[in-house]
């Protein structure tokens, strides 16, 4: 028994590309410039003011997510008042815990009494 192998196809010839012409092939390469610059023109001065009314939103949202500058500033001035105050606090704490401890201590010795001296 013997096998037959079938023969291989011819391999089909490669299709005409035919390419039409548009409105666009037609045309000189400077008009076509023009238009695609006409084009970006136009949609950028439409775009312009969109693009402006955008940015001042996220401005503002930032603005209160963040504060002005005067409220920066007002934060700061703030700040700095309160470091001040720190070291005449931790001086008042001393002293508070000094007049806790000899108010909690107990008497040592008996109160003097008249002519006592």
Do not use: C, Y
Not at 68 to 85: F, K, M, S
Not at 101 to 109: E, G, N, S
């Amino acid at each position: 028994m013997t096998l037959q192998v079938p023969e291989i196809p011819p391999i089909p010839p490669v299709p005409e590309v035919v390419i039409h012409n548009s409105m666009w092939g037609g045309l000189p390469p400077w008009v076509v410039l023009a238009l695609s610059l006409a084009a970006l023109a136009a949609t950028a001065l439409i775009l312009w003011p969109i693009a402006r009314a955008v940015g001042r939103a996220i401005e503002a949202r930032t603005d209160r997510r963040f504060g002005t500058a005067a409220d920066i500033e007002r934060l700061q001035e703030r700040v700095t008042e309160l470091e001040t105050i720190t070291p005449r606090l931790a001086e008042l704490e001393e002293r508070l815990d000094f007049a806790e401890r000899v108010l909690t201590r107990p008497a040592a010795a008996q109160p003097l009494k008249a002519g006592e001296a």
